[in-house]
C-alpha cells in the first residue's frame, strides 16, 4: 500500500512555522490531484494546501489550529485504490458541476440539494459561524459561493445564527489577538449578535494599563501579601506622552522587518541608475496593456540575456535558473508581499498581462497557492503609480541577487540627437547584492534592458 504524505511547505524564505486553520478534508474522504485539503496559515497569507496525488485521505497526524514547523508531515493520502464506492461527492466536485437547476445527490449536504455552487472553504467557515447559506448573497458571476461571501457575513454585513458558546469573531481578528497574547473573552464585542471586530482588539490594545495610584504611606502599611487590583501587568517603555499611542505590529509587518533587516545587514548592496526613455514604445503597446506590464515583460527578457542576476545566493552557494521566476512587489493594506509569477519567460506580452492581473488580484484576495509565496528569482518594485516617485531604492529581496525598483514614467526634457526635446521617461534603479553582481554587470542590466525597450519600440 503505497502513500502520499501532506507536507507543511515553506511559503517563503525565512518562514519557520505554520499553523493548520483547518481540514477541508476527512479520513476516508476521497481526494484528487490538486484537490484543497487544509487550510493553513503562514506569516504573510492564508492559503489552501493542495493534495499531491489522487487516493484517499487515510490519516491526520496534526489537528485544526495547532501551530508546527516547516516541513512537518501533516497526514498522509492513501494511494493507489479507488474511493469506497459508496462515498458521497466532495464538495469540489459538486463546484466543478454546473448548476442545472436540479438538485444534486441527495447524499451531500442541504446547501447542495438546493443546486447551489459553494466552494468548500465557504461550507466550512459558514458551519463554524452558524451561518445560513440560503441567506448569502453570492458577489460571483456565476452565483457560486466563495470565501469572500461568507467572510463579508462574518465581518458583519449579516449576523451569525448562532455562537455554540464560542467567542464570534473573524479569523483575523482571532490572529490578531493571538499575536498579542490577548484573551479574547474579556472582549465586549460592538459587533452583532456581540461579535468582536478589529476595532474592539484595538481598541483594547490601545488602552493604558489599569493603575490605581495610593499614597506612599498607604502603600507601605499594607500587607506584604496585598497586590494592586490590576487588568494587565504593562511596564512602559518610556514615560507616557500625552497625544500618543501604541500601534500594535501585525506579524506580516515584523515578518517584513525581519527579512528586510536581515537582507540589510548580511547583502552589502550596490545602486545603478538610468533614466530610460519609454516614449515610442508607450505608443506601440496593444490597447489594454500598461508600462507596468511591459516592464515586467522586459525584465524577463533581460534576465534571460543576463542570468547572472536570475539567481539566488542561499547559504553560501550561488544558483542560476534556466527559467524567470519573477516576483511582484504588491502593496497591501496591512503590508507588503512579493507573489510569484513563475516561468514569466514562458509568456508573451499579452499572456503576461494577464497572469499579473490574476496573480495581483488573487494577492490581494489572499487566495495565493503555496508555491506563489516563494521561489523568486529576482523582484521588480514599481512605485510609478505615484507621479511624485520619481526614483528610489530598493532592498533586495533575499536569498535574491537583484531588485529592479521603477519610478513614474512621466514627461521629461531630454536631449535628443542635439535637441531638446519633452519625452516620457522613467528612473529605473537596480538594487544588487555586492558580494555576487560587480558594478560593470549592474550597469550592463539597465543597458540590456533599454536596448529591449528600444527593439520593441521598433
Do not use: C
Request: zero cysteines; glycine letters at 8%.
Amino acid at each position: 500500500m503505497a502513500f502520499s504524505e501532506i507536507v507543511l511547505p515553506n511559503m517563503g524564505f525565512g518562514m519557520e512555522e505554520g499553523r493548520i486553520l483547518a481540514w477541508l478534508k476527512q479520513p476516508g474522504d476521497a481526494v484528487r490531484k490538486g484537490e484543497p485539503v487544509a487550510e493553513i496559515e503562514s506569516d504573510k497569507a492564508n492559503v489552501e494546501l493542495e493534495a499531491l496525488a489522487d487516493g484517499v485521505l487515510d490519516m491526520v497526524l496534526v489537528p485544526a489550529d495547532q501551530m508546527v514547523a516547516v516541513g512537518t508531515v501533516l497526514g498522509r493520502i492513501r494511494t493507489g485504490e479507488a474511493a469506497p464506492a459508496a462515498e458521497p461527492p466532495s464538495m469540489s466536485e459538486i463546484d466543478n458541476v454546473a448548476y442545472q437547476g436540479q438538485p444534486a445527490s441527495a447524499a451531500v449536504s442541504d446547501d447542495a440539494d438546493r443546486g447551489q455552487r459553494i466552494s468548500p472553504v465557504a461550507q466550512r467557515l459558514a458551519r463554524e459561524h452558524g451561518i445560513d447559506l440560503n441567506s448569502v448573497q453570492s458577489r460571483s458571476a456565476d452565483g457560486r459561493i466563495t470565501r469572500e461571501d461568507i467572510q463579508a457575513v462574518i465581518d458583519g454585513a449579516k449576523p451569525a445564527a448562532h455562537s455554540n458558546g464560542k467567542v464570534l469573531t473573524a479569523p483575523a481578528v482571532r490572529k490578531l489577538a493571538r499575536d498579542n497574547h490577548i484573551d479574547l473573552t474579556t472582549i465586549k464585542g460592538t459587533g452583532k449578535e456581540g461579535r468582536i471586530r478589529r476595532e474592539d482588539v484595538e481598541a483594547h490594545l490601545s488602552e493604558p494599563p489599569f493603575v490605581i495610584a495610593a499614597p506612599p504611606a498607604a502603600l507601605a502599611s499594607a500587607p506584604a501579601a496585598a497586590s494592586l487590583p490590576t487588568e494587565r501587568t504593562v511596564t512602559p517603555a518610556a514615560p507616557s506622552q500625552e497625544g500618543r499611542r501604541e500601534i500594535p505590529i501585525s506579524n506580516m509587518r515584523q515578518t517584513i522587518a525581519r527579512r528586510l533587516s536581515q537582507s540589510a545587514q548580511e547583502s552589502p548592496h550596490f545602486y545603478t541608475t538610468g533614466e530610460l526613455d519609454f516614449t515610442d514604445a508607450a505608443a506601440t503597446l496593444p490597447k489594454g496593456i500598461g508600462l507596468n506590464t511591459l516592464i515586467l515583460y522586459l525584465t524577463t527578457q533581460t534576465l534571460l540575456a543576463l542570468p547572472e542576476l536570475n539567481a539566488t545566493f542561499e547559504n553560501g552557494h550561488l544558483f542560476q535558473y534556466d527559467h524567470v521566476h519573477l516576483a511582484l512587489a504588491v502593496a497591501l493594506p496591512n503590508g507588503l508581499m512579493t507573489p510569484v509569477l513563475r516561468n514569466a519567460d514562458d509568456f508573451s506580452l499579452s499572456g503576461l498581462a494577464g497572469h499579473v492581473r490574476d496573480l495581483i488580484e488573487r494577492t490581494r484576495a489572499n487566495k495565493l497557492k503555496p508555491d506563489e509565496l516563494s521561489g523568486g528569482t529576482f523582484t521588480v518594485s514599481n512605485l510609478g503609480v505615484v507621479k511624485q516617485v520619481d526614483r528610489f531604492t530598493a532592498i533586495i529581496n533575499p536569498p535574491q541577487v537583484g531588485i529592479l525598483a521603477v519610478g513614474t514614467a512621466k514627461p521629461r526634457p531630454m536631449v535628443v540627437n542635439g535637441g531638446l526635446h519633452i519625452r516620457t521617461t522613467a528612473h529605473l534603479t537596480l538594487s544588487a547584492d555586492h558580494r555576487i553582481i560587480d558594478g560593470m554587470l549592474a550597469a550592463r542590466f539597465l543597458e540590456a534592458f533599454d536596448q529591449q525597450l528600444q527593439a520593441f519600440a521598433g
